[in-house]
Every structure is written in structure tokens, then in C-alpha cells.
Nanobody, 122 residues
């Protein structure tokens, strides 16, 4: 059974930074992504990265501010979040899957973490 564990959530002020991390227990490398869900909102894809780390994808709202990366040869990914805004607040979930598809779709990912809270205040 594959488990994903997120860490690094917390509070930040507008313009500040936070770094999220996620580790998956899978033996094989997986495509991995970060999603987020604000109160009363649908969960949305934030960023994703391929197994080798050579390709990354981002939601338009975080381009230039967030960076997804992975440790070489591992199912450990990070999300560096800079220039945070109040609308970045929400629960951030790590997701993974062994197959590649539409990176922005929840249904693409079989494995999910429990989420970590991010709160950005002015």
C-alpha cells in the first residue's frame, strides 16, 4: 500500500514563502503533483512533475511564484512557494500515480496524502 506524507504547511504573511514536502512509500518512481483546496472550493491542481523531474507543469495562477522539484531517483517532491497571496490559502495535497496523463485532473492520481494546511494572511 502506497502512502504519501506531506509536511511543511503553516502560516505566512502576504509576500512570504513556505516550502512543502511530500514523500511516497512506493518502490517505483511516480508522477507526482500538488493540489489544493480552499474552503467551499473545488480541489485544483497546482503543479506536477514527471518521474525524472525533467518536466514540470503549473497552474497559471502560480507560475513564476511556485516551483515543484523532486529529489533525484526518489518519490520525494517539494513545492517552494514564494510571493504568497491570501488566495493561496487552503489544504495542499500531494498526489502520485505510476502512469502519465492529464496532470491537472484528480482522477489521474491513484495515491493521495492527507493534506497540509497553508494559511496566508495580510
Amino acid at each position: 500500500h502506497v502512502q504519501l506524507v506531506e509536511s511543511g504547511g503553516g502560516s505566512a504573511q502576504v509576500g512570504g514563502s513556505l516550502r512543502l514536502s511530500c514523500s511516497a512509500s512506493a518502490d517505483a518512481l511516480m508522477y507526482m503533483a500538488w493540489f489544493r483546496q480552499a474552503p467551499r472550493q473545488k480541489r485544483e491542481a497546482v503543479a506536477a512533475i514527471t518521474t525524472g523531474g525533467s518536466s514540470t507543469m503549473y497552474h497559471d495562477s502560480v507560475k513564476g511564484r511556485f516551483t515543484i522539484s523532486r529529489e533525484s531517483g526518489k518519490n520525494t517532491v517539494h513545492l517552494q512557494m514564494n510571493s504568497l497571496m491570501p488566495e493561496d490559502s487552503g489544504v495542499y495535497y500531494c498526489a502520485g500515480d505510476r502512469s502519465y496523463g492529464a496532470w491537472y485532473m484528480e482522477s489521474q492520481y491513484k495515491y493521495w496524502g492527507r493534506g497540509t494546511q497553508v494559511t496566508v494572511s495580510s
